[in-house]
């Protein structure tokens, strides 16, 4: 069995508050987009254990992955004794803020309840995924979304129009514990309008839209690492309606009017950030 991982972009971040506790109070509007891992699933009747392999050779393929931690879930809860192989085709880049684990964890949830027709419905899937981390719910879910709580309470709103979208991964990543105790001693942090951003997406408004998009992790990020904003900065010199941070960074996308100007964006930028990863995509309706 194959399925696809897709990738997520934040097209507004804000942080409400610390909770007691120690969680982030979360307003954020996620986005699919095409770009996906994509995962082979394999049942061994007979077989013991769960075996990960992976053509990156960096990602952790034992307990610590969020795919083996989604089936083990699944295999103790309905008793599953068979063996289970798992071969990822990883091509979403990794730490960064894409979403890329959560993703891949969402996926074996999804192909394991199909494979031992497990019958939970996306709600029951949703509710597994939690346990896995906050974004696995949202990437369960596949759609446009408000995520408020800690990003498990999720309503799906409308997708965004057609368009380009550039992604800029730079050469690191990024602790997203570190980002928000950073965030968490800032002062007069610039808030996006997240209602303005669903408005736009319901009016099918792009321009609207890239104009009020908006990350505060940002005031956090940039300050540590200067290419963000240049990336930013690039993208818009390369016709970008906006440029932004996907979740607590470091990859920055920008938003252009159709995937070919997003193409030659890329063309631009990669002569300016030689050790960047470029992607060029869209989004996912």
């Known amino acids: 069995m194959?399925?696809?991982?897709?990738?997520?972009?934040?097209?507004g971040?804000?942080?409400l508050g610390l909770r007691q506790d120690g969680y982030h109070e979360v307003k954020m509007v996620m986005q699919m987009l095409k770009l996906h891992d994509e995962l082979t699933i394999e049942a061994l009747r007979g077989g013991q254990?769960?075996?990960?392999?992976?053509?990156?050779?960096?990602?952790?393929?034992?307990?610590?992955?969020l795919a083996v931690r989604a089936a083990a879930l699944l295999m103790e809860e309905f008793d599953i004794k068979d063996g289970l192989t798992i071969f990822l085709q990883k091509n979403i880049p990794v730490a960064a803020g894409l979403a890329g684990g959560s993703t891949d964890a969402a996926a074996v949830l999804i192909g394991l309840n199909k494979l031992y027709k497990l019958g939970l419905g996306t709600e029951e899937l949703m509710a597994r995924g939690v346990k896995l981390g906050a974004d696995v719910p949202f990437c369960v879910m596949k759609t446009t979304a408000l995520s408020e709580g800690i990003g498990e309470v999720l309503t799906p709103v409308s997708g965004m129009p057609t368009c380009g979208i550039l992604l800029a991964k730079p050469p690191f990543s990024v602790s997203t514990p570190k980002i928000y105790k950073a965030y968490d001693s800032l002062n007069d942090v610039a808030h996006p309008d997240v209602d303005a951003i669903l408005q736009d997406l319901e009016n099918g408004d792009l321009k609207a839209l890239a104009g009020h998009m908006g990350n505060v992790l940002e005031a956090a990020t940039g300050p540590m690492y200067p290419v963000i904003g240049e990336l930013e900065k690039a993208m818009k010199e390369a016709g970008a309606l906006n440029a932004m941070m996907s979740g607590s960074g470091p990859t920055v996308f920008g938003?252009?009017?159709?995937?070919?100007?997003?193409?030659?964006?890329?063309?631009?930028?990669q002569k300016q950030f030689p050790g960047v990863r470029l992607i060029v995509t869209e989004p996912l309706s």
């Open 2 to 11: 194959i399925i696809k991982a897709p990738a997520k972009i934040n097209l």
């Open 13 to 15: 971040l804000d942080v």
């Open 49 to 65: 254990g769960i075996t990960l392999t992976t053509n990156v050779s960096y990602i952790p393929t034992d307990g610590s992955n």
């Open 255 to 269: 938003i252009y009017n159709n995937k070919e100007a997003a193409a030659a964006a890329k063309r631009a930028l």
